[in-house]
């Protein structure tokens, strides 16, 4: 079993940064895959990043190429998410999420954390 625990989110003005974090507990021993993954209120999650068990391989929705950045500490099992030029539209809750293997559904996802507000105002 893998317990997620998110942390970081809050309220910023647009452009703003934040920096989310997640840690992983429990089973820290197999390799994961590590993701992002964003829920705004009506609308279906949708992926927003991940990681490979190595960090060398990261992937990222079009919607924030270039803006967000993935990273992981695995001696610290944590992954975390640097937002950067935070867009109203970026206002959702987001999760953290670990799978065995890569992909951007979220019921390919076995472990989830509880989420974290972000809400960018205009």
């Known amino acids: 079993q893998v317990q997620l625990d998110e942390s970081g989110g809050g309220s910023v003005q647009t452009g703003g940064t934040l920096r989310l974090s997640c840690a992983r507990s429990g089973d820290t021993n197999s390799h994961y895959y590590m993701a992002w993954f964003r829920q705004a209120p009506g609308m279906e999650r949708e992926f927003v990043a991940s990681t490979s068990y190595s960090g060398t391989f990261t992937y990222y929705a079009d919607s924030v190429k270039g803006r967000f950045t993935i990273s992981r500490d695995n001696a610290k099992n944590t992954v975390d998410l640097q937002m950067d030029m935070l867009k109203p539209e970026d206002t959702a809750v987001y999760y953290c999420?670990?799978?065995?293997?890569?992909?951007?559904?979220?019921?390919?996802?076995?472990?989830w954390g509880q989420g974290t507000q972000v809400t960018v105002s205009s």
């Open positions: 999420a670990a799978s065995p293997y890569y992909s951007r559904t979220p019921d390919q996802y076995p472990y």
